[in-house]
């Protein structure tokens, strides 16, 4: 009985998914959507990303959360377009989800619209939210044997971030053995090691998200 | 639909978890059910249990895992039972997995047995599996804000380890705040912070299980 409905409930979302990609593509918009467990640091690494791009891009952001506002009250701060879904249990975000939340937002007025999902490093990789790339974080506290242990997300993913490389000396972690780990999984992953404390690498980041947003321009 | 089905799902695992409750119970066997995000040190507490306790107990693992056995290796090698449990692809541990683990296990040779979940804040809080009490770790890294954000799961724990307090000096977080974060959401918690790395506070957590499993020998 479960699998039959699993496999509607994904091939539903599927078709979803192409919808808003269709209209994000008609709009010019680059979708990320941003994926790791909790507390790696998405939030951070948001608000990093909108300091750095908010006078050359016009950025916009969709928080997925299962309960509360906080992560939408610290992107609400830097004045760009905010909205926030409330999952109410659920572990991940859906299409429908990110459908119901367009309303609130100017797509008009948007060049990049960069998806928040729920801190969860196993679902979230199932369920396309419309997105042109998926982006992972792995945080160097999570340990070197996540992505053999989690595969499907840094299988899906475009880039992945290791993030609080500042806390390496700390910590019994290696980024080159991390990246190693998850290049066995998805030998395609673009890996950036930053820090959204220090900021040490976030610039090749924001140029790579800047880059791609162009590429999607010019291709269009 | 989706909605009467999964409860359905719910429903029926928590038949499945009360009859495993019921065999354990027989057979004076104290279930602790071990949840966490990726990377917050589940198997590293399991190791420094085992270390602690082995000539106390006598201890066995259930391993919860997507892929791999990366774990059941690391606990196999203290020489205590150790079944793998791979979801494939599934973000939790449920009741028909464990009854599956169990022609694996000696029930009458075992005092304690600790279910290692899969890493995910979100999904093993809502599936029982069999067992007396639920343990959750936090570790510093993940931030102040987790009980809010993920508040089942500490309203379903009776246990709360805040692992990793040697990072306390470079991570922007206060163990007393995240205690007091939880214990908003679930004021009954117990509370441990502890240091797989340099031992501090594991003792409160040993003696804590010792205790709960001569009370329920005691009471059975």
Known sequence: MKIPVVKNILEANERISLELKQLFD?????????????GAGKTSLLEKTIEDLK???RLAVIEGDVQTTLDAE??????IPTVQINTHGACHIDGNMVKDALPELNLDEIDILIVENVGNLVCPAEFKV????????????EGEDKPAKYPLMFQESTVLLINKIDLIP????????????????????????I??????????WTQWLLKTWKDKADGL
Do not use: H
């Open 26 to 38: 008609q709009k010019g918009i680059l979708v990320i959507n941003l994926m790791s467990s909790p």
């Open 55 to 57: 006078d050359k891009v």
């Open 74 to 79: 610290r992107i609400g701060k830097y004045g």
């Open 130 to 141: 419309g997105e042109d790339y998926k982006v992972m974080i792995l945080s160097v506290t």
């Open 170 to 193: 700390y910590v019994d972690c290696n980024v080159d053995k991390i990246k190693k780990e998850a290049l066995k999984i998805n030998p395609k992953l673009t890996v950036f090691p």
């Open 195 to 204: 820090s959204c404390k220090t900021n040490e690498g976030l610039s090749a």
